[in-house]
């Protein structure tokens, strides 16, 4: 099973919002709402921001929101500012076969 | 506050075993609220689940990985613990254990996320 599709870099001025995007197949983002995201700064673990495709664990910013088209699974992060600076993931369950598969990664700058 | 750490040797030679272990910190490993999980990520590279345990020793792995990955849980001392055979210098990683939340049942295992994450233990693989 090939890793979920992100786009390998974006980039936003601060204030302003981007969009994240995670594509997939029929067979695990577009037949689950389990789709999470997660944030990681260089040499740091990953943090959980969002799960369930939409939901936001206590004390993520309400700057962070998750949502789902079809296969296309996206993060939008709102009112930029420069500590969002970091390496994005999203993750979903792939099916009996796969169980979990994560996206190659999306590094984004705020300029 | 659920805190995990993870520890193990450092460098391991090519075709041995690495072994890593995390240990639970601020809350017990025979919650029923997690499964506990590992996920590595190479240098300079994306994040890959190696696979995830529940307290009963259900065991879930990656399909790619199953053959050479084995995982137990110590509920005596609040741990659980990873060990990945046959290693190359491809399993150069940082090693992360977290919390799994899902839901198991058989041979089926629903994933939902991960939210409580070690800091991360480096493992390089050389002679």
């Known amino acids: 099973q090939s890793a979920l599709t992100q786009p390998a870099s974006v980039s936003g001025s601060p204030g302003q919002s981007i969009t994240i995007s995670c594509t997939g197949t029929s067979s695990d983002v577009g037949s689950y709402n389990l789709v999470s995201w997660y944030q990681q700064h260089p040499g740091k673990a990953p943090k959980l921001m969002i799960y369930?495709?939409?939901k936001r664990p206590s004390g993520v910013s309400n700057r962070f929101s998750g949502s789902k088209s079809g296969n296309t699974a996206s993060l939008t992060i709102s009112g930029l500012q420069a500590e969002d600076e970091a390496d994005y993931y999203c993750c979903s369950y792939g099916g009996s076969s796969t169980l979990v598969i994560f996206g190659g990664g999306t590094k984004l700058t705020v300029l | 506050q659920l805190q995990l750490q993870e520890s193990g040797p450092g460098l391991v030679k090519p075709s041995e075993t690495l072994s890593l272990t995390c240990s639970v910190s601020g809350g017990s490993i025979r919650s029923n609220n997690y499964y506990w999980g590992w996920v590595r990520q190479p240098p300079g590279k994306g994040l890959e689940w190696l696979g995830s345990?529940?307290?009963?020793?259900?065991?879930y792995y990656n399909p790619s990985l199953k053959s050479r990955v084995t995982m137990s849980v110590d509920t005596s001392k609040n741990q659980f613990s990873l060990k990945l055979s046959s290693v190359t210098a491809a399993d150069t990683a940082v090693y992360y254990c977290?919390?799994?939340?899902?839901?198991?049942?058989?041979?089926?295992?629903?994933?939902?996320?991960?939210?409580?994450w070690g800091k991360g233990t480096t493992v390089t693989v050389s002679s």
């Open positions: 977290a919390t799994s939340r899902g839901y198991g049942s058989g041979t089926s295992y629903y994933f939902y996320y991960m939210d409580v």
């Open positions: 345990i529940y307290y009963s020793g259900s065991t």
């Open positions: 369930e495709g939409t």
